[in-house]
């Protein structure tokens, strides 16, 4: 009980993190850098509280796709804050949750995993979905939610590249892990950030820093936290049914609290799409009962 607790208190607070940047006056990539890095520092407390220590020589064999992982994390919250500014929290969050159709049609590829029938039709399923929460963005609000939903749909892939790379790191607490993919997340972001706003991060609003540190230690720091430490105990399959806590509230959040208006189409292109990745990780047994 105590690790569904700590699982679903995770993707309540990921869910929140569309609310959170919206009162955030800075870039994506400023935004980026200060999460991962108050996020890492968090963690780090964490970490050394629980008197863990680094394995360094681990550490060392799985450097190239720790560094690789990094940079699609860093990657995936760029372009998700970035979709915030564009569109709906709720066609931003459901672009992102195409993120698992990726990762079932890379899996053949870069797993060698096979491709049931049944999670081939739920692909052509999400597609459908998705095609017709664009479509309402097209007809309904213009450019700018179109824009919104692809750059949901690009966090989407960095989120798969992510999802992917962590098959491949091995012998590795996951905390540790963690870590060590927002360190790289801000260290790679100081040269981008420099490069493309310049000083600007140090012009930060007053209003903003309450939040600012709200995403990063709270959001990220605290979610992660309780992410690893619920997921420890729980089988794949729950871990798959609780995620979807994480949409469920950033769509509410949508519709209650920003007061954003929701199609019927768009309606029935997120059951499609969230209905579709659903039952793609679902395992039936089939009961036969002996006369």
């Given at each position: 009980?105590?690790?569904n607790?700590?699982?679903i208190?995770?993707?309540?607070?990921?869910?929140t993190?569309g609310?959170?940047?919206?009162y955030?006056?800075l870039?994506s990539?400023?935004?980026?850098f200060l999460s991962?890095s108050?996020?890492c520092?968090f963690l780090l407390l964490?970490?050394f509280n629980?008197?863990k220590?680094?394995t360094?020589?681990k550490i060392?064999s799985?450097?190239?796709?720790?560094?690789?992982?990094?940079?699609?994390?860093?990657g995936?919250?760029?372009?998700?804050?970035q979709?915030?500014?564009?569109?709906s929290l709720?066609?931003?969050?459901?672009?992102?949750y195409?993120?698992p159709?990726?990762?079932?049609?890379?899996s053949?590829i870069?797993?060698k995993?096979?491709?049931p029938?049944k999670?081939?039709i739920?692909i052509v399923?999400?597609?459908?979905?998705?095609m017709f929460i664009?479509g309402?963005?097209?007809?309904?609000?213009g450019?700018?939610d179109?824009l919104?939903?692809?750059?949901g749909l690009?966090?989407?892939a960095?989120?798969?590249?992510?999802?992917?790379l962590?098959?491949?790191i091995?012998d590795i607490d996951?905390?540790?892990?963690t870590?060590?993919?927002l360190?790289t997340?801000?260290?790679?972001?100081?040269p981008?950030v420099?490069?493309t706003?310049?000083?600007?991060?140090l012009n930060?609003?007053?209003?903003?820093?309450p939040?600012?540190i709200?995403?990063?230690v709270?959001?990220?720091?605290v979610g992660?936290?309780l992410?690893?430490s619920?997921?420890?105990k729980?089988?794949?399959q729950?871990i798959?049914?609780?995620?979807?806590?994480d949409p469920?509230v950033?769509i509410?959040i949508?519709g209650?609290?920003?007061?954003?208006?929701f199609?019927?189409?768009?309606i029935?292109?997120?059951?499609?799409l969230?209905?579709?990745?659903?039952?793609?990780e679902?395992?039936?047994?089939i009961?036969?009962?002996?006369n």
């Amino acid at each position: 009980m105590k690790s569904n607790i700590q699982f679903i208190l995770s993707m309540i607070i990921f869910g929140t993190i569309g609310l959170v940047i919206r009162y955030i006056d800075l870039s994506s990539r400023e935004t980026a850098f200060l999460s991962s890095s108050i996020g890492c520092l968090f963690l780090l407390l964490v970490f050394f509280n629980q008197r863990k220590t680094f394995t360094w020589k681990k550490i060392k064999s799985n450097a190239l796709v720790l560094l690789a992982s990094g940079i699609a994390l860093g990657g995936n919250w760029i372009f998700l804050y970035q979709s915030y500014d564009y569109t709906s929290l709720a066609n931003a969050t459901l672009g992102y949750y195409f993120a698992p159709v990726f990762v079932m049609l890379l899996s053949p590829i870069v797993l060698k995993e096979p491709l049931p029938i049944k999670k081939l039709i739920c692909i052509v399923i999400a597609v459908i979905g998705m095609m017709f929460i664009v479509g309402n963005g097209i007809s309904a609000s213009g450019k700018d939610d179109v824009l919104g939903i692809i750059l949901g749909l690009v966090a989407a892939a960095f989120y798969a590249a992510l999802m992917l790379l962590n098959k491949f790191i091995k012998d590795i607490d996951r905390l540790e892990v963690t870590i060590i993919q927002l360190a790289t997340t801000a260290f790679i972001l100081i040269p981008y950030v420099l490069i493309t706003e310049g000083f600007n991060i140090l012009n930060i609003s007053i209003p903003s820093i309450p939040f600012i540190i709200l995403l990063g230690v709270v959001n990220t720091g605290v979610g992660f936290w309780l992410y690893f430490s619920g997921m420890e105990k729980l089988k794949g399959q729950s871990i798959a049914m609780l995620s979807y806590v994480d949409p469920f509230v950033a769509i509410l959040i949508s519709g209650l609290i920003l007061q954003e208006q929701f199609t019927q189409l768009q309606i029935i292109g997120g059951i499609l799409l969230l209905g579709s990745t659903f039952i793609s990780e679902m395992r039936f047994r089939i009961i036969q009962i002996n006369n």
